[in-house]
């Protein structure tokens, strides 16, 4: 029985022939998605006529061979491997994604063998033939396969008929361009331009606080004077009066002291991992995510697990690989100052391995990979600079979770200053002391200046002791904006849209959401919006454009729910909810689309303005067409550009062996008959004319003659 090993990327398939050579048979690399979803005017002629309708076929959209670069060579190799094979295992990546990628072909040419899938969370040798022999039917991935299929099919319907209905209905007449629309593209516009028009319309309060010098027999200290926010001082005459009062009172002091402890933080996915690299390098969520990934799958690296994880736990059964992995780490010279007798473990919600809160979930926390540590200064001598500073972060966060909980002595100091005629004004002290670093010993090795408390030491104190206030003084405050996002923040702002929700039960309901979009598709779908002129960055910050700006206002005065971040998460639960077996992914798929059309009825009947691109047109292409990069990763395009499932649009498929044959025959003329590639010197052309124009280029334009050839002809004259 002749087998045949689907890989997603050339890196997989390198790694398997390391770890295997031709034991389980041929290793055939994807690039990820080999296939794509055909057009609407493919489905419907009429649709090729762009008009304000919801492009949903009676089925679901069928694929079509993509035709980009070396695509069709590579599906063409398959299809004929899968003429001779009776068996196929799937090691693409092991998420609803590599599920779509692998399965899609084994449909789109036919395939009706055995097919098994393996699961790894690493690209090690160790981790892959652990993989190996525990090889699951694919049958099981059925609901992960589903997930991928709803999603893609909603943002296929969703994203081109809302971009099609505002590029009719608000695009200002005479001016060429696409607005484009995305379902999760458009709400995250809508976080960045809510939190600019907050910044805007903030008006700036003074408030004030007083503060005096407490004196005891044992030493003197700072306390304060500054009530909650609903009831700052907003008259500095009224502090005043409140310092002439504290000046030289003495009175007894309030003393709490309690010991209390904190437990470390949890461990890193892949939007907290952009969140802090946002915040303490100024990275890009796009640039984290490619630190990452070389980290997990760089040639001779492979040390840590699959970074686009989506939860921060760990399995349970993981927990037998803390003592390996502290070992290993603490031998390093950045942790081994660590003393770690015995990794603490903490299991359930409250801690970091937890079964229960990885279920209906791709993969688990990000952390150091277990299998490669006999090598590991070998390893990190390949790292570059910014490889070596993740890592790091994430040994750390490792070592914080399995380290014991930070103890501290917190004292409260009060004291009660008399008013006339008013309620007494209470000053308040606190100090910490700690008392064992316990997790934090791991930050304070690496950066003793991180992860501590800025707050004073206070003598010895007891509770009723006297203490006399003086210098007493009055200090101006001033209310703050919101600051505006980095990418970090923002990706972290997208995970949780239940932030943006007002009414309380569907706040709750939200919490337990993974919010909009994914951890793989984030940074891309930042990324396509600073592309579309839509976003764009200061420094490190992320903000509107006024074009960006003048759509959002556009669209929530004319359909609200198009840019509310809150409805977008529904629709993402119950995205999420067909990989539990909770939802029909047609079913959702349906309702993805009666959302549309009622979204392109808001914009008919409420549309009163519209959007002038000229002034601010994007220096690539407008990019409201959704369609993949084509990079090798296959991941970086946003989802409504990739392919999906023809299996059941489609009931003429090949079963036969002589049929496969057949369709690799038909993928190798497909791709023979493809003209060559366009000059250099063709390629900027038309990039320029598409930047003047304000014009689309075609899809593939790099890499087909007779389509740039067209382009040109048509817009050069």
């Known amino acids: 029985m002749a087998t045949l090993i689907i890989t997603e990327k050339s890196s997989q398939a390198k790694d398997l022939r390391a770890a295997f050579g031709a034991r389980f048979g041929q290793i055939l690399p994807a690039e990820g998605h080999l296939l794509r979803l055909a057009e609407p005017e493919e489905v419907n002629a009429a649709w090729k006529s762009w008009s304000c309708v919801v492009l949903k076929p009676d089925g679901l959209y069928p694929t079509r061979a993509a035709t980009q670069g070396n695509k069709p060579a590579k599906l063409g190799a398959i299809a004929t491997a899968l003429a001779a094979c009776d068996d196929v295992i799937l090691a693409t990546d092991c998420d609803r994604e590599g599920q779509l990628i692998g399965q899609e072909i084994l449909d789109h040419l036919g395939y009706r063998g055995r097919v098994r899938r393996a699961l790894f969370t690493a690209q090690d040798p160790k981790t892959l033939q652990q993989a190996f022999a525990r090889l699951k039917p694919n049958a099981e991935m059925r609901p992960l396969y589903e997930a991928a299929v709803a999603r893609q099919q909603a943002d296929q319907i969703f994203n081109l008929s809302l971009t099609r209905a505002a590029t009719k209905t608000l695009l200002t007449p005479g001016v060429r361009g696409v607005i484009g629309i995305g379902r999760v593209k458009t709400p995250t516009l809508a976080i960045v331009c809510l939190r600019e028009l907050e910044i805007r319309n903030f008006r700036p309060e003074d408030y004030f606080e007083v503060v005096a010098t407490a ?33 030289g009172y003495q009175g007894p002091l309030g003393v709490s002291i309690d010991e209390k402890r904190q437990a470390p933080p949890r461990l890193f996915d892949l939007p907290s991992l952009q969140k802090t690299c946002g915040q303490r390098w100024g990275w890009t969520a796009e640039k984290t995510l490619s630190v990452a990934q070389e980290l997990y799958d760089g040639d001779g690296k492979k040390l840590i697990t699959y970074p686009r994880a989506e939860a921060r736990y760990l399995t349970e059964n993981q927990i037998g690989d803390a003592p390996a992995i502290v070992g290993a780490l603490t031998r390093l010279r950045g942790f081994a100052t660590l003393d770690i007798a015995a990794p603490v473990i903490r299991r359930g919600k409250s801690g970091h391995f937890c079964d229960k809160a990885l279920e209906g979930v791709s993969h688990h926390a990000v952390v150091p990979n277990v299998n490669v540590l006999d090598d590991l200064e070998t390893r990190l001598a390949r790292l570059s600079e910014d490889e070596k500073r993740l890592f790091a972060l994430i040994c ?19 004291m009660a200053v008399p008013m006339p005629g008013r309620a007494a004004a209470e000053f308040r002290a606190i100090g910490r002391i700690p008392l064992r670093l316990g997790w934090k010993a791991v930050y304070q090795a690496l950066d003793p200046d991180a992860e501590t408390e800025a707050e004073q030491t206070l003598p010895s104190l007891r509770d009723g002791e006297s203490a006399r206030l003086s210098d007493t003084r009055v200090e ?34 939200l919490k337990e959401a993974k919010g909009i979009g994914t951890p793989a598709t984030r940074a891309e779908i930042i990324k396509g919006l600073k592309r579309q002129n839509l976003l764009t960055n200061d420094g490190k910050l992320v903000l509107p454009t006024p074009a960006g700006l003048q759509l959002f206002e556009l669209l929530r005065g004319a359909a609200p729910a198009l840019v509310d971040p809150g409805t977008t998460a529904l629709w993402e639960m119950r995205l999420d909810e067909v990989l539990v077996g909770k939802a029909d992914y047609r079913a959702v798929i349906d309702g993805v689309a009666t959302a549309a059309q009622q979204l392109i009825d808001a914009l008919l009947a409420r549309s009163n303005g519209t959007v002038d691109l000229t002034t601010s047109a994007p220096a690539r292409r407008p990019g409201g067409r959704r369609r993949q990069s084509g990079q090798a990763s296959g991941r970086t395009g946003v989802k409504s550009a990739s392919p999906n499932r023809a299996r059941r649009a489609s009931k003429a498929i090949p079963a036969s062996k002589a049929k496969l044959v057949a369709s690799a025959e038909r993928v190798r003329s497909e791709g023979a008959a493809r003209a060559k590639a366009p000059t250099d010197k063709m390629v900027v052309y038309a990039q320029n004319l598409a930047r003047s124009k304000n014009v689309a280029l075609p899809e593939n334009y790099r890499q087909d003659f007779d389509t740039c050839r067209k382009f040109l002809d048509e817009h050069a004259k």
């Open 476 to 509: 101006a405050k001033r209310t703050q904006p919101p600051p505006r996002y980095n990418e970090g923040t923002l990706v972290d702002a997208m995970q949780n849209a239940w932030r943006f929700v007002e009414d309380a039960a569907l706040r709750d309901r």
């Open 396 to 414: 750390r966060s490792y070592l914080a979770a399995v380290m014991p909980d930070y103890e501290y002595r917190q004292t409260v100091v009060t």
């Open 215 to 247: 004196t005891v027999d044992g030493g003197s200290f700072l306390m304060r004077h500054a009530p909650a926010a609903k009831m700052r001082i907003k008259e500095r005459a009224q502090a005043e009066t409140i310092a002439e009062a504290a000046a």
